[in-house]
């Protein structure tokens, strides 16, 4: 799969996020799994510099946004769920 980040970054550092990505996912439906809250939908990480989406987009793929605004925007939710959706058809 591909990825655009904005800013210029290794093949290295890109496949090392979509590997944390996945163990945050994971972690977060153990998490999800104990309280009997189901699958996340979405795991929402917001830092000083803007959030990291991370979406489930199909099995086996993940979906990771990265946005350098804050994350409350509805359009921005509708836009992730369509494009989740688009490539969990792809994969």
């Known amino acids: 799969m591909a990825s ?3 800013t210029p970054t290794s093949t290295e ?3 090392a996020c979509a590997i944390m990505g996945a163990t945050i996912v994971g972690a977060a439906k153990n998490i999800t799994t104990k309280c009997r809250m189901g699958f996340p ?3 929402v990480i917001t830092a000083k510099e803007g959030d990291i989406i991370i979406s489930e987009a199909g099995s086996k793929a ?3 946004c ?3 605004t ?3 925007d509805v359009l921005m939710v ?3 769920n369509k494009t989740a959706q688009k490539i969990a ?3």
Do not use: D, G
């Open 62 to 64: 993940l979906l990771i």
């Open 66 to 68: 990265v946005s350098n």
């Open 4 to 6: 655009n980040m904005a």
């Open 41 to 43: 939908k979405q795991i």
């Open 78 to 80: 509708e836009e992730i």
């Open 70 to 72: 804050r994350f409350n």
């Open 13 to 15: 550092t890109k496949r």
């Open 89 to 91: 058809t792809i994969v």
